[in-house]
């Protein structure tokens, strides 16, 4: 028997007890003569005592074991001389009287402890390792129950969990599909789901009326920090329901996590239009854990002289509220940041409102005194605050100001990972205009249903036509995104016909959903949320890597089993390909 | 609102609400001037009235709905006349005041029926049609419950479930893998796993105590009708145990899942070795809902001039109790069926036990009266008993009587869908002589330790060496199988050696697990569970295809999607590979 109990879990209550134990030596010590080791498992850490008064040879024994060796040991359990109240087992000792090593270890390339001296490279390298420590293996833990918790939720709101095929057909939207040569098919190909939509839509004209699934999807895309090239759906979808049943089952579902997980209580979430987001935000996922919203002064500051803004199609800015007390030296770096390349701005000008009443801005020369204080009237600034503006083509500035205004915000300390701020993001367009393949895409996917008054718009002014399309945004980060679907042929054609296709490329892609929909389709709508970002947030952390046991690196490598690698050439003739 | 209640929850306490209901139109009939209409969806189906002294147009409207109409009514709530006990909803029915279609419907190319008109293939094309039928889809409820229970189970027993990589390193082992091109690392290839055996592994090296994960498996093999290119497992590892931890672990699942599903109690289960397997049912998945175990004969039978038996290795049969009455050409037939070339015997001996003592044998000339009678007596047959006998190499002729049992069985009814028989396989043999490669191959997987005593065999007599190894049976199925692993380098590396790799092939493919077991890998073993087979046994099916939402058929396609299908050019240069 390898142990009686878990290396977190003897109290005073197991006085006495005679116990045998397993786990990693953490540390060990030597104090009056004796050898002390802490013995640690998934569960906790225990600390040994060896007494050479008792067994000098197992002592010394002890003495010599290294870190990270996996070892077995009897003893009594007894009361500890100094307490340890941050552990569990502080009140305790182990008296050990025999000793076992299960498995010699090499030194780790770097300490397995809460706070690691190993870079990412080598943790990444040795990720069995860097799965030892506590902060790492607390994220799978989070993870797990997130995973419990919405499996308990959604079966208890009648949901199945159906599971959807893994090897199916590459199409041509969305994304680069990830693709399998088929050995019994030859010449052929199966490809990875980038979600399981079509399947779960037909499973609504099957009359599953609800399910879910907490699926890998695969995208074959160039990699950022929070992109993997297979991820986790919590993929959704209802039959018989519009848009506001699935906003507030699913509203329910968040709650609910964060309520068990967190111990947060939300009330219901705020919600507001793809247009109004922009408008506010700069953004389709506004970070509402704080204000400063959008304030845009066409008819306040236009006209007065100032070039940059007499030309541009939009001045808009915020009021970075408290702010006037930032220096020059604070004003330039934040214009430096607006114009770095990736945000691409010209420049930036404030208005700064002094404690003492009076106005400074960077434009004075252009702007009366009367001028400035209607400036400030239209923030509805108060003394001490700072008024950020920008100037340009409407989408351009918005989204330069949105980065501005998330800098000053993270300046501020306004993004605090333990505030969470839920938001319904609605009324999507239903298109947005691609220039390298100069067509419309379809912003959410080609099954997403416009609003039915938009429908006459789409052959005139596509671009207006909104979708009948929701996100859920958290801090600012987009968790979940769904629609209610198309459900009729007809329309769903006329969708094809609209992203470019030609009936026969409908046909050949999507026929088997086309004439699904002839047979009975019901009215039906789904939402899916990025598992791993959704982790990640209840994590408090910015990077999806971090919530994923075995993550894949930027240039798609698992480094810690080297793979892609080369395969045999019998697999490629069997397989019926060649490398080019 | 699409409704406000489903099909299968109105009582007669509902009695004069008025509802909203939307569903299929299962069938209509006139009667009496009215029109009645059957309203279903997956919680049930409602009675819908019309009555034209009501609306003489709305009951003309609802008898032009043709079957699987998607509609939705609203209506009142009244007691029925003629009650239909067979139907949770039968005591009322909807007095219906407005009718809308919400999607019409063609005729499908089968009946919506629990026994439908659908051939196998037509069924197939249209699954989404298929999964409407009750008993099809019950099969996914059966499903989804058992993964639900699976979880609350391992839950509550500290299992973490930790999701694995789908695109990993393809190996030589095993089964053939599904490779996946990699754009970003050109002439490269993923595969997609065969199990995630060495992942579970290096969590057990984390520390992470308990695992599972109920996942998707690929394997590119010829499809036999229980076998599908993606399978789902409950793959599970434990850390610190030995083989009877797991085994009465998991005893325990199986126990909780046919306790909560089924309403069946089980005791311990039964516990067999392999070789015990062998000799008794001439299988390592013996079927014991019934008896009939073998009885080898060499000391009775051999020796009596019949060069059948004279000459062959082993002369074993089994009691093929109260069959004497069994005719000629019932006994022609089970001869025929042994010499089948799937089987391919030589033939059959019998013995019959009349009910009034006598002992009649097709091998009459042999044997004196004396030798008939310590014949029978060697099998414990009471008078009505029928004693089948085979011959030949030991090996060839127990599978051969193996399947001569079964058949035997399943013509007398003992082998009863809803009896069932757990039964624990244990100490595999570790290796098995694989003809084709000339070599020993690994009988589980290369990472199953063998019995300490029975390592010194390794190098002399590998096919002795037993392995800690165990199967799951039920009923003659195999449903699981585990073992306890390496987890010493040396013994892996020797491991390898057996199963003839270099140390550079070793290195290269498995160099990342040798090196784990160097940093502190604990003792660990554990178990899978073939998913789609547990929920067949459950579901009383033969073939796995019917408890998964959309297989594919023997030639691995998907008819539905029509997939696998050809890529474009471009896809297969942005791969770097090209169709040979």
Chains 1, 2 share one sequence.
Request: with cysteine.
């Amino acid at each position: 028997m390898h142990r009686t109990h878990t290396c977190g879990e003897l109290t005073i209550s197991d006085l006495d007890k005679t116990v045998v134990l397993s786990g990693w030596v953490q540390k060990s010590r030597d104090l009056g003569g004796m050898t002390f080791i802490d013995v640690r498992d998934r569960y906790g850490v225990t600390q040994l005592v060896f007494d050479p008064a008792d067994d000098e040879t197992l002592r010394l024994q002890a003495r010599a074991l290294g870190r990270e060796y996996v070892i077995k040991v009897t003893g009594r359990v007894i009361e500890r001389e100094s307490k340890n109240t941050k552990l569990s087992t502080g009140d305790i000792e182990i008296k050990v009287s025999s000793l076992d090593v299960l498995n010699a270890a090499k030194l780790p390339p770097f300490t397995i402890e809460d706070d690691t001296d190993g870079g990412d490279e080598l943790r990444m390298k040795y990720r069995y390792l860097d799965l030892r420590r506590n902060p790492v293996r607390n994220n799978l833990v989070l993870r797990h129950r997130l995973a419990q918790e919405t499996r308990k939720y959604l079966d208890a709101h009648h949901f199945l969990e159906v599971e959807t095929p893994v090897l199916i057909k590459s199409t041509p939207e969305g994304a680069r599909d990830f693709v399998v040569p088929s050995r019994m098919n030859s010449g052929e190909f199966y490809a990875l789901p980038q979600s399981p939509q079509t399947f779960k839509q037909l499973l609504m004209v099957s009359g599953f009326d609800r399910y879910f699934q907490i699926v890998k999807c695969f995208r074959d895309e160039d990699l950022r920090a929070d992109r993997q090239p297979e991820f986790t759906q919590i993929d959704c979808e209802m039959a018989f329901v519009e848009q506001e049943d699935i906003i507030l089952l699913f509203e329910g579902l968040i709650t609910h996590l964060f309520k068990v997980i967190k111990g947060v209580d939300f009330g219901a979430f705020p919600r507001m239009s793809y247009d109004q987001a922009m408008r506010l935000y700069g953004s389709d996922k506004p970070d509402i854990r704080f204000g400063m919203s959008f304030v845009e002064l066409n008819d306040v500051l236009k006209g007065a002289g100032f070039p940059v803004f007499d030309n541009a199609e939009l001045v808009v800015g915020f009021n970075a509220k408290a702010c006037a007390p930032y220096t020059r030296k604070q004003l330039d770096a934040l214009t430096d940041y607006v114009r770095r390349p990736q945000i691409g701005a010209s420049g930036l000008v404030y208005l700064r409102y002094n404690e003492d009443g009076s106005l400074k801005s960077s434009v004075d020369k252009f702007y009366s005194a009367e001028q400035l204080s209607q400036w400030a009237q239209a923030f509805g600034a108060q003394p001490g605050d700072l008024l950020l503006v920008m100037a340009g083509d409407t989408d351009k500035v918005r989204k330069q100001l949105n980065e501005l205004r998330l800098e000053v915000a993270s300046q501020l300390g306004l993004r605090d990972k333990n505030t969470y701020a839920p938001l319904w993001v609605t009324d999507f367009p239903l298109l947005e205009w691609d220039d390298e393949s100069g067509r419309y895409h379809a912003m959410h996917h080609p099954f997403t249903s416009p609003k039915t008054e938009d429908i006459p718009l789409l052959d005139e002014q596509p671009a207006r036509v909104r979708a009948n399309a929701y996100d859920l945004v958290i801090n600012g980060t987009e968790v979940g995104g769904g629609s209610i679907r198309i459900h009729d042929r007809e329309l769903q054609s006329l969708m094809f016909k609209h992203l470019g296709f030609t009936p026969e490329e409908a046909q050949k892609q999507f026929g088997f959903l086309l004439e699904a929909f002839t047979y009975g389709a019901p009215p039906h709508g789904g939402i899916a949320f990025g598992f791993d970002r959704l982790a990640a947030i209840f994590a408090g952390l910015e990077s999806i890597r971090d919530v994923i046991a075995f993550p894949k690196n930027n240039a798609g490598r698992d480094v810690m089993i080297d793979s892609p690698s080369l395969i045999a050439d019998e697999q490629l003739a069997e397989l019926g390909i060649a490398i080019r």
